[in-house]
């Protein structure tokens, strides 16, 4: 039982980390494209 | 402790707007210091919060049934998930500028009708890749949307490799934040709900 709770425990943070991170994986490039930024 | 002490003191719908505000303090602490980014957190902050409609469509019973205080009526969502995708998009989009102190400047190669056209593909990949991952794959709501967001992300990177080195750097900033903020937004968002889908 306990396993199973780690488990589940460990995937409930795996794909929040994952949601998160690539949140910003995405929006990072999107803000730049979509209003013409650039640092050069 | 301290969550067993909230839960007790704590009304049960506050804790998703608590662990939204905890977010909101990053959020912040960059629109403060940084004024030259304060417009573009604002403009894409307004334009990412219009995702916390998603909530109804994609979250809500497939992912978890969170207590709004502010919920909306007829829809299964509240005025939590658009604040939290307004607080998500301004520090996604300025995340990487803010700790590496970039300043950014008007100097696409793209007029604004090609980048019109690149964010609208993006959005259009973004949208397959969910429901592709979702219905073909059988993958869960929340990675099914985070492969979106990678796919989507992969799609602007077409246009402009010179973004791929801070794209990557944001999605590890990001980690950072969540790993900061992330334990204590979980705590006061997520005891109170149920969560019905795992990976």
Redesign the interface.
Same mark, same amino acid.
């Given at each position: 039982m306990s396993h199973l709770s780690g488990v589940f425990i460990g995937g409930v943070l795996l794909e929040e980390y994952f949601w998160h991170a690539s949140m910003a994986f995405g929006i990072g490039p999107l803000f730049e494209v979509a209003f013409g930024y650039s640092d050069r | 402790m301290l969550l067993l002490l909230m839960n007790m003191v704590i009304p049960d719908q506050y804790f998703y707007l608590l662990g939204t505000l905890i977010l909101g303090i990053f959020w912040l602490v960059i629109f403060l210091i940084r004024r030259d980014l304060r417009k573009?957190m604002l403009? $894409?902050s307004t334009i $990412?919060s219009l995702f916390g409609l998603t909530e109804h469509f994609w979250y809500y019973g497939k992912y978890w049934t969170p207590v709004w205080l502010f919920k909306l009526p007829y829809l299964n969502a509240g005025l939590e998930d658009f604040l939290l995708c307004f607080f998500? +998009?301004g $520090?996604?989009?300025? *995340?990487?500028?803010f700790v590496f102190k970039?300043? /950014?400047?008007? &100097? !696409?190669k793209?007029k604004?009708a090609k980048?019109e056209k %690149?964010?609208f593909l993006?959005l259009l990949v973004?949208l397959t890749t969910v429901y592709f991952c979702e219905y073909f794959l059988g993958i869960?709501i %929340?990675?099914s #949307? +985070?492969?979106? #967001?990678?796919a989507?992300?992969l799609v /602007?990177?077409f246009?402009?490799k010179? /973004?791929l080195r801070? !794209? $990557?750097i &944001?999605?590890? *900033?990001? /980690?950072g934040?969540?790993c900061l903020s992330?334990k204590a937004q979980?705590d006061c968002s997520f005891p109170l709900c149920t969560?019905t889908s +795992? %990976?």
């Open positions: - | 573009q403009k $894409i $990412i998500y +998009g $520090i996604a989009a300025a *995340l990487y500028e970039v300043h /950014l400047r008007k &100097n !696409s793209y604004a980048r %690149i964010v993006t973004a869960g %929340i990675f #949307t +985070g492969w979106a #967001t990678v989507g992300g /602007l990177l246009f402009r010179d /973004l801070p !794209s $990557i &944001n999605f590890g *900033l990001m /980690l934040v969540v992330g979980q969560r +795992g %990976i």
